[in-house]
């Protein structure tokens, strides 16, 4: 007995499956990954997509999870996009956040004279406004690990965090 899982295709979204290559593009861009697991299958349904096992082993249905989940998130992404909304906080020194190129620089944080800096990964995007940061981008893993990069290079160290609350903190994930 094969337990599936159905992934549904929606309008204006193209799913290529290429041996152990998925590959998803719509309106936002082209995301392409490899999904590949002992005893798994991946295949396209006319507009479905269809992730099998043969197996009742809880390896296998922990991945078929796993593999519905990075599908979805590949369709939403293409589809719609990711955008995490960050707003600047400080009350003793003003931070001055920069991006250049693959980093964000957060200068005079807690008033050190070394900036600290967090890479952005894949194709994110980081806009500055003032106080607030909006990271977006087409993948999600690359988007909320750039926003956890950001977040991990304001954390507070020898210092009380109930006193300096300063930091880059997340808002709102769209």
């Known amino acids: 007995m ?13 799913v290529t499956i290429d041996k152990m290559d998925v590959s998803v593009s719509g309106p936002q861009g082209q995301l392409k990954r490899e999904l590949w697991y002992p005893g798994i299958t991946i295949k396209k ?16 249905l922990a991945m078929l ?10 369709i939403a992404g293409v589809s ?8 600047v906080v400080y009350s003793h020194f003003p931070i001055q956040l920069k991006a250049e190129g693959k ?3 957060i200068g005079n944080f807690l008033g050190e004279k070394k900036a600290r800096k967090a890479n952005i990964l894949g194709d994110t995007r980081v806009t500055i406004k003032g106080d607030q ?9 690359d ?13 507070i160290k020898r210092f009380d965090p109930r006193v300096f609350q300063d930091g880059v903190y997340l808002v709102e994930r769209r």
Do not use: C, W
């Open 2 to 14: 094969e337990t599936k899982r159905t992934i549904g295709i929606p309008e204006g979204v193209n």
């Open 45 to 60: 349904v006319d507009s479905e997509v269809v992730v099998g096992t043969e197996e009742k082993r809880r390896e296998q």
């Open 65 to 74: 999870g796993t593999f519905e989940s990075h599908l979805k998130n590949m």
């Open 80 to 87: 719609k996009g990711y955008e995490y909304e960050m707003k």
């Open 103 to 105: 980093q964000v620089i």
């Open 133 to 141: 940061v909006v990271v977006s981008g087409i993948n999600k893993e």
């Open 143 to 155: 988007v909320g690990q750039t926003a956890a990069n950001i977040r991990t290079a304001t954390k």
